[in-house]
């Protein structure tokens, strides 16, 4: 059985940084891609960010590029996402996603994604 569990959400202030945390355990982490999305209040899931299965490829949504850097570390079956500069509007529910492949697909949408985490707390203060 697969799991996945987040970890880093809190509460900072405008311009402050937070580091998310995801590890995921149940079946071989390094062959398959891992992404990140964010739901805030009365909004549809969005996509954050993803990563492919070596880590020699990422994706952003537009408004976080530049802003948010996603990393992965196979031997310790993590992937993080390192969040500078952030908003109000960054303010969400966090989840992080383990893909149905390696590399190939659509990782901007939410059923490419086999299994989630349960999600962590981002609020960010102005």
């Known amino acids: 059985q697969v799991h996945v569990v987040e970890s880093g959400g809190g509460l900072v202030q405008a311009g402050g940084s937070l580091r998310l945390s995801c590890a995921a355990s149940?079946?071989?982490?390094?062959?398959?891609?891992m992404g990140w999305f964010r739901q805030a209040p009365g909004k549809e899931r969005e996509f954050v960010a993803a990563?492919?299965?070596?880590?020699?490829?990422t994706y952003y949504a537009d408004a976080v590029k530049g802003l948010f850097t996603i990393s992965r570390d196979n031997a310790k079956n993590t992937v993080s996402l390192q969040m500078n500069s952030l908003r109000p509007e960054d303010t969400a529910f966090y989840c992080?996603?383990?893909?149905?492949?390696?590399?190939?697909?659509?990782?901007?949408?939410?059923?490419?994604?086999?299994?989630w985490g349960q999600g962590t707390q981002v609020t960010v203060s102005s």
């Open positions: 149940g079946r071989t982490f390094s062959s398959y891609a």
């Open positions: 992080c996603g383990q893909h149905s492949t390696a590399y190939s697909g659509s990782f901007s949408r939410r059923d490419g994604y086999d299994y």
């Open positions: 990563i492919t299965w070596s880590g020699d490829n």
